[in-house]
């Protein structure tokens, strides 16, 4: 068995193989017992224990491995495989713990009547897909050349938790897909963006953006401070973005079908906020 040789391995190691710590790995796996427990049982048991099938789910989002070749280490026929993954990620998305807190955060007030969330950082990141069979232009990205799914991230700059996120095609601007989303936003939040949000001025007048130097005009040299400035405050989203894609399932070209590449980035951005808050307890009680 897979767990009884991994458990034994030191959380940095640990993480580095998964992607995950030991904490979060356990919490997963009593989540998914949990839900097991309160289910009646149909159909064969699984050959694998519970341990097993969620290191298994996280072996295919860590190396996105095919299911043949997760089948041949865990000693299942390809179909169980994906049959597994879907089971074990449908529970954990569902769960409480690894979900988003969603747009209604944006524009929740406290007791108090104050918006926790005082500034945000928004951008879009682009997964290469396999090309469609249908409608091939509509997910042509002319910035990737290649057919991609587009993810807008926005984050709290603070906390640096992931708020929610919103899946547009490639040949979408970051603009619309912006304006897809429907997000609505106190006045009193500062937007932080990046070029690709030209025009978000007219939405949310409290908003930055850099300034865009065209073939007429260069910008002067107050302009570019600010954009210099403005970049190291957004940076933080590049930094979430690495992190996120250390599960190669979202950096590598993405083979499935995509309705469910929305369900897996949502889970995995649960995952990455679960394991912060647990950092930020940590700092707290310290």
Request: hydrophobic share 30%; net charge positive.
């Amino acid at each position: 068995m897979k767990y009884e040789k991994f458990k034994k391995l030191k959380n940095k190691d640990f993480k580095r193989l998964t992607g995950v710590d030991f904490s979060t790995f356990k919490e997963m796996v009593f989540l998914v017992k949990e839900h097991i427990s309160r289910t009646k049982k149909t159909g064969r048991t699984n050959k694998l224990i519970i341990e097993d099938q969620v290191l298994m789910t996280l072996d295919y989002y860590r190396e996105y491995r095919t299911y043949f070749h997760l089948g041949q280490d865990y000693g299942l026929h390809e179909s169980n495989v994906c049959r597994t993954i879907e089971k074990i990620e449908s529970i954990l998305v569902k769960s409480k713990q690894f979900r988003l807190p969603g747009k209604k955060a944006i524009i929740q007030k406290d007791e108090n009547g104050i918006i926790p969330i005082n500034q945000i950082v928004m951008d879009v990141t682009e997964t290469q897909i396999e090309r469609p069979k249908n409608q091939q232009k509509k997910s042509y990205s002319g910035k990737k050349k290649a057919h991609t799914i587009k993810t807008q991230i926005i984050v709290d700059k603070k906390t640096k938790l992931i708020v929610c996120i919103e899946q547009g095609k490639g040949k979408e601007h970051d603009f619309t897909v912006f304006k897809k989303s429907k997000i609505k936003m106190a006045n009193e939040i500062e937007i932080l963006a990046d070029k690709g949000y030209q025009g978000i001025n007219k939405f949310h007048s409290n908003s930055k953006i850099p300034f865009k130097k065209t073939k007429k005009k260069k910008l002067s040299k107050e302009q570019k401070k600010f954009n210099k400035e403005l970049n190291k405050e957004r940076i933080v989203i590049e930094h979430i973005n690495r992190k996120l894609k250390i599960f190669r399932i979202l950096s590598s070209r993405y083979r499935n079908r995509r309705r469910k590449f929305g369900l897996r980035f949502n889970l995995i951005a649960g995952i990455y906020n679960y394991e912060l808050k647990l950092q930020l307890l940590l700092v707290e009680n310290n």
